[in-house]
């Protein structure tokens, strides 16, 4: 049974580009949330999807956006990179609302 | 609005000595805690949860209780390993519907043989 898988694994990019992480979340679950991790910090809630809406989001600009498929996969997309996005990026699935959380082992961004 | 403090790291142990991790929180209503551990290199594993006040929640040796009336949930074990070497961090989920997680800044502990 494959937990929550992330893609890619690391990635650079540059100030002002766009990234777009992937996430697919546990076999059984429907809803997935993502989470910005700084060196040294606990993870900051982005966003929750849940029935392909955004459900709750936390306090990150419009430049992060989301989107979640059918099959419950998502997607975290940032335009306009800035040197401060670096960060690991965690995407976490759960059974509805209520349920623990369970998350991949995330996508290491580095902007230049 | 809600919050978790956990105490800095690093937290450093030789084998078989007794861990305690402290983490208070701030929240309205009856929040669900959590511990999540993350090894280096991973992302995070859910240790054990609480979901009301005096309830433990325990896992591989570790143990937590629920303090409403100290707002804590501090980690416990009592002979850690060099394997327990790792990152800790608590969380709280608030009421409602959605299971945002709140987390503390979390806490480094490194176990000596």
């Known amino acids: 049974d494959a937990g929550v898988t992330q893609s890619p694994t690391h990635l650079i990019k540059t100030r002002g580009q766009q990234v777009t992480l992937r996430c697919s979340p546990k076999?059984?679950?429907?809803?997935v949330s993502w989470y910005q991790q700084a060196l040294g910090q606990g993870p900051q809630f982005i966003f929750q999807?849940?029935?392909?809406?955004?459900?709750q989001r936390g306090n990150f600009p419009d430049r992060f956006s989301g989107h979640q498929f059918p099959n419950y996969s998502s997607e975290l997309n940032v335009n306009a990179l800035l040197l401060g996005d670096s960060a690991l990026y965690l995407c976490?699935?759960?059974?509805?609302?209520?349920?623990?959380?369970?998350f991949g082992d995330g996508t290491r961004l580095s902007i230049l | 609005g809600n919050s978790v403090t956990q105490m800095e790291g690093p937290v450093t142990l030789s084998e078989e000595a007794f861990l305690t991790i402290n983490c208070t929180y701030t929240?309205?209503?009856?929040?669900?805690l959590f511990w999540y551990v993350q090894y280096p290199g991973e992302g995070l594993q859910l240790l054990l949860k609480?979901?009301?006040?005096?309830d433990k929640g325990s896992n591989k040796g570790f143990e937590a209780t629920y303090r409403k009336e100290t707002t804590s949930f501090h980690l416990e074990k009592g002979s850690v390993q060099v394997s327990d070497s790792a990152v800790y961090f608590c969380?709280?989920?608030?009421?409602?519907?959605?299971?945002?997680?709140?987390f503390g800044t979390g806490t480094l502990l490194a176990v000596q043989p």
């Open positions: 076999s059984g679950h429907d809803t």
């Open positions: 929240a309205t209503g009856y929040p669900s």
């Open positions: 969380a709280l989920k608030g009421g409602g519907a959605t299971n945002k997680l709140i």
């Open positions: 999807y849940y029935e392909e809406e955004e459900r």
């Open positions: 976490a699935s759960s059974f509805s609302g209520n349920q623990p959380q369970h």
């Open positions: 609480a979901t009301k006040a005096d």
